[in-house]
């Protein structure tokens, strides 16, 4: 679960990007994720990204049919370049399930769910490198860090050999950007945002959740230490062109297996309006309880 951006407080840990960062649970079933959720949500008083924080009972709905819920098949989240089709088919026959358990399905587009990497991309590369030259704390108002992270986060200078290679050209791609356009693409996307979140909002109006593939394709092998550069930074990123666009939105979503052919797992996700965590658990957990995702 990726909760509303805030929900859970972010003290005691470092940013990549402040405005971007979120933390939530991952367990082995639906049941255990509320309940961790419950634990740890809510405003701790020192994160200073938390904003009128809504805390609800994530469990309540456990057991509820589907009936009067409706679920909007986000289409731009199918058929990417790199989609798989057997991905594809699995979350639309997880979909159809729903429909079987009562809720209302049917395909929604928001076009600008496929602007979502791009405005990602310029806040993370950007940001990014900011939050290494201030030696961990960012650009943004954040939650307080340990007193001595600026000292071991400056530790990159000297021993920057050491960073993985899709993490070196995160860094030096931001010091381009930020160099030679002193900061124009991040504050872009940071306006530009405000449009892909009310895009969501208009759908979410009309839907009570969006529905996509978490991942578009299954889990690639590692890069082998004989790979090439291109390959290394192919697979750093091939994966997030549906989960980054809610990492700047802030919309709570959660991914929930749905199948696993050959042996490997494919993710439905779940995405909500804000606060709304107890309605993608009553969703997550009726799928749970009527599909086996671990066999054909």
């Excluded at 933390?23 to 740890?40: E, F, H, K, S, W």
Aim: aromatic residues 8%.
């Amino acid at each position: 679960m990726k909760p509303s951006f805030g929900l859970v407080p972010y003290t005691g840990m470092m940013s990549l990007e402040a405005s971007i960062d979120h933390t939530g649970p991952i367990t082995a079933n639906v049941r255990d994720n509320a309940a961790l959720l419950q634990v740890i949500a809510g405003e701790d008083g020192m994160d200073a990204r938390q904003r009128h924080v809504q805390v609800k009972d994530y469990g309540a709905d456990f057991g509820r049919d589907l009936a009067g819920l409706r679920i909007g098949i986000l289409r731009e989240g199918f058929g990417h370049g790199n989609s798989e089709p057997d991905v594809d088919a699995a979350v639309r026959k997880a979909a159809s399930r729903l429909a079987d358990l009562g809720a209302e399905v049917e395909d929604v587009s928001i076009p600008m769910h496929l602007h979502g990497f791009s405005i990602w991309s310029a806040l993370v590369h950007d940001g990014g490198y900011w939050a290494m030259q201030t030696h961990g704390m960012g650009l943004w108002p954040q939650a307080p860090v340990p007193s001595d992270l600026p000292h071991y986060a400056s530790q990159w200078r000297q021993r920057g050999d050491e960073m993985s290679d899709p993490l070196k050209i995160m860094t030096l791609f931001g010091a381009y950007s930020t160099e030679n356009y002193l900061g124009h693409y991040y504050a872009k996307a940071q306006r530009v945002r405000r449009d892909l979140v009310a895009a969501y909002d208009k759908a979410l109006n009309h839907f009570d959740l969006l529905l996509l593939p978490t991942l578009p394709l299954r889990a690639t092998p590692l890069p082998s230490d004989m790979s090439d550069l291109v390959e290394v930074i192919d697979r750093s990123c091939e994966m997030i062109g549906n989960t980054s666009a809610f990492n700047v939105t802030g919309h709570p979503a959660m991914s929930v297996p749905c199948a696993m052919p050959g042996g490997l797992s494919i993710g439905m996700m779940l995405v909500g309006n804000y606060w709304q965590e107890p309605t993608i658990y009553r969703v997550a957990a009726a799928l749970e309880a009527a599909v086996d995702w671990t066999k054909p």
